[in-house]
């Protein structure tokens, strides 16, 4: 992997975060140094996009930073002189400079401020002076957008004690940089930045961004310091008397203490996903464009909440969107400031009574009785509704199964959508819709007898209609378009889910077995499974192109690493569950993945990945893509590499 191609990611609990590329170039528009939410976690803004750097001795002046102009121009090319980079415990690059100096840099986001630490320092003493230059890139933008060179940028900065306040427009927070170093106004602009990945997106990608003034730190007199903190409720600067050295150590001790308590680096990753929302908390579904999904948060919630033993933290998610219960629907974007909830998820809900189910197993006696009585009215409501029929054709059938769809709404996970095209419609009956449903009917039985009937109705119903016998597989949709009878045969990974990733399996042993052993044989690589069989004639090996090449491909081939879990979880049920299993699946299935938390989204599992591997230099292998940190993908493998150490065992067949 390159240092363009690996990313880190610090992130402030608020919705907020800092990330970038090893090399230093920005490659996508959401690269910031100063990413704030307004409305935690959402109405974000990029304050500080980066900064320019470059470190003088007598020798002469080496650049410290690097940046990618269009047309191609890496200028200047400080990332040359990168020796050593690491994440852990917060991003820490190291530079070998030819005029004699060795620089450490570092930077690190307080946890619950809007705010970043940046300190230089040198590794070694050089005999002559060593002084440091620092001119920060300004916007003042959405994150998803792009800022261009304009004439009412305000360069301008405020004083406020020992901080200057750039407010680059009016109605933008202001950007407090606080340093051990002296200022001087020189406002520039940087013209056409190129962001490689937008591009590669089929995206605008060209940036102009705006430098007032610039910095500058005698390295002899000890470490550059610099505090950046945004404007608003969780903002942080120092108080007149305090020094600002002894602030960022406080900090800075803290911090480190903070993550040094997570078991392991994977679940420091899922803590990041966890943020502020109101007086509560929420589960942001990945970085750097993604904010919280119902479908992802409940999927996410039994391995970033569950395995990592914040149950109390699982609870409160939970009980705030039980409250969001529309038509036996749950929203699939929790709602936002002057914006209505989407209903427009089949499984979202489901999803959301099996981490329930999970919570309230994982809780015991710790969960209240009016806590779990939320819970399960919240359940309740979510049968009701779909047993007697919500929005866009979503309701039990005649059969017990559960019918969902209409043309031009994508209501399941593969959900990719172009204009009015929806790629994967995939209405009728899909699955893994018939799993969760049947799930959620036997976890709804539970506590209310109502739903013991129709649980019984739609298993029955399942193991018949759902067979292929000229395949020894799952059907992917039956009564498809709503026409019984009609079925999509094709050979997808949703049917691993009616043998493992949820409470109860739906096949007898056999059945079982041939599900994961298709799915194993056609479907699985070092990834993840793929979305599709690579003999379908829709099969796409690359997700490549602009935006409709990329999500014609979203799931039609392209590997999604989240659905490990339930192959792994549905491979130890079919299997003689004991610890030689479990170490064959480790090394066999999770290894690989974990494997790739070193070359994307360090420390993180990503999104996505290729089908089918690319030819590189050092050898072929898969591509990672998508969004670099992604929570379901994370949580996933978290819950069954928990599982695999303290294996739970659980019926097959009902």
């Known amino acids: 992997m390159t240092r363009d191609e690996q990313e880190w990611l610090e992130t402030d609990g608020l919705g907020g975060f800092a990330s970038g590329t090893v090399s230093g170039r920005r490659s996508r528009r959401y690269h910031a140094l100063l990413l704030t939410a307004r409305h935690p976690p959402a109405d974000r803004l990029v304050l500080i996009?980066?900064?320019?750097?470059?470190?003088?001795?007598?020798?002469?002046?080496?650049?410290?930073?690097?940046?990618?102009?269009?047309?191609?121009?890496?200028?200047?090319?400080?990332?040359?002189?990168?020796?050593?980079?690491?994440?852990t415990p917060w991003p820490t690059w190291v530079y070998d400079l030819p005029n004699g100096a060795v620089i450490r840099c570092e930077l690190f986001i307080p946890h619950g401020r809007s705010a970043l630490v940046l300190r230089w320092s040198l590794v070694e003493e050089v005999v002559d002076s060593a002084s440091l230059n620092v001119r920060f890139l300004h916007s003042g933008r959405d994150y998803h957008a792009l800022h261009r060179e304009n004439s009412l940028f305000s360069f301008e900065p405020q004083r406020l004690n020992n901080a200057l306040l750039f407010r680059p427009y009016p109605d933008v927070p202001g950007a407090l940089i606080e340093t051990n170093g002296s200022y001087q106004q020189e406002p520039l602009w940087y013209r056409q930045f190129c962001y490689a990945l937008e591009a590669e997106r089929g995206l605008d990608f060209v940036e102009d961004l705006a430098s007032p003034g610039s910095f500058r730190f005698d390295l002899q007199r000890g470490p550059a310091l610099c505090l950046?903190?945004?404007?608003?409720?969780?903002?942080?600067?120092?108080?007149?008397?305090?020094?600002?050295?002894?602030?960022?150590?406080?900090?800075?001790?803290?911090?480190r203490s903070r993550r040094a308590a997570f078991k392991s680096p994977l679940h420091f990753a899922a803590d990041q996903y966890l943020v502020k929302r109101g007086e509560g908390l929420t589960i942001v579904a990945g970085y750097p464009w993604f904010l919280d999904w119902g479908r992802d948060t409940f999927l996410s919630l039994r391995g970033l909440c569950l395995a990592t033993g914040r149950v109390q933290a699982a609870g409160q998610i939970l009980r705030e969107w039980s409250t969001q219960v529309s038509g036996g629907m749950l929203p699939n974007r929790f709602p936002d400031q002057g914006t209505e909830p989407e209903y427009n998820s089949v499984d979202a809900a489901l999803w959301f009574i099996i981490a329930v189910n999970d919570f309230l197993l994982a809780a015991g006696t710790d969960c209240s009785p009016t806590e779990r009585e939320q819970l399960l009215a919240a359940v309740d409501a979510i049968l009701e509704g779909y047993s007697h029929g919500t929005r866009y054709q979503i309701g039990a059938d005649h059969d017990g199964l559960l019918k969902a769809g209409e043309p031009g709404v994508q209501l399941t996970w593969m959900d990719a959508k172009v204009g009015d095209w929806v790629v994967t419609p995939r209405i009728g009956k899909p699955v893994e819709i018939q799993a969760l449903w049947i799930n959620a009917l036997r976890i709804g039985a539970q506590s209310n007898d109502r739903w013991k009937r129709p649980f019984q109705l739609a298993s029955t119903s399942f193991r018949v209609r759902f067979w292929n016998p000229a395949q020894q597989c799952l059907f992917d949709v039956i009564d498809s378009d709503h026409r019984p009878g009609a079925v999509d045969a094709s050979i997808r990974p949703n049917q691993i889910l009616a043998v493992g990733g949820l409470p109860y399996g739906l096949l007898d042993d056999q059945q079982a077995r041939q599900v994961v052993?298709?799915?194993?044989?056609?479907?699985?690589?070092?990834?993840g499974p793929r979305t599709l069989d690579p003999d379908s004639p829709a099969y796409h090996p690359h997700y490549t192109g602009g935006v409709r090449e990329?999500?014609?491909?979203?799931?039609?081939?392209?590997?999604?690493?989240?659905?490990?879990?339930?192959?792994?979880?549905?491979?130890?049920?079919?299997?003689?569950?004991?610890?030689?299993?479990?170490?064959?699946?480790?090394?066999?299935?999770?290894?690989?993945?974990?494997?790739?938390?070193?070359?994307?989204?360090?420390?993180?599992?990503?999104?996505?990945?290729?089908?089918?591997?690319?030819?590189?230099?050092?050898?072929?292998?898969?591509?990672?893509?998508?969004?670099?940190?992604?929570?379901?993908?994370?949580?996933?493998?978290?819950?069954?590499?928990?599982l695999l150490d303290e294996p739970a065992p659980t019926p097959t067949a009902n």
């Open 49 to 87: 996009n980066g900064f320019e750097a470059s470190v003088t001795t007598a020798a002469g002046t080496c650049a410290i930073s690097s940046q990618h102009y269009v047309p191609d121009v890496i200028h200047p090319h400080g990332d040359r002189h990168l020796v050593s980079f690491t994440s």
């Open 228 to 255: 950046l903190t945004a404007e608003g409720p969780d903002s942080f600067s120092v108080s007149p008397g305090e020094r600002l050295d002894e602030v960022i150590r406080e900090l800075e001790t803290a911090e």
């Open 517 to 527: 052993d298709i799915v194993e044989q056609k479907l699985l690589t070092p990834c």
């Open 550 to 642: 990329r999500d014609e491909a979203y799931h039609q081939g392209t590997v999604w690493p989240w659905l490990i879990g339930p192959f792994v979880e549905a491979w130890l049920r079919v299997h003689q569950e004991d610890p030689h299993a479990r170490a064959t699946a480790r090394q066999r299935f999770l290894q690989p993945l974990l494997e790739t938390t070193t070359q994307f989204g360090l420390g993180h599992v990503c999104e996505i990945a290729d089908g089918e591997p690319t030819a590189f230099p050092e050898g072929p292998r898969q591509r990672l893509r998508g969004c670099p940190f992604q929570a379901w993908s994370v949580g996933e493998l978290l819950r069954v590499l928990k």
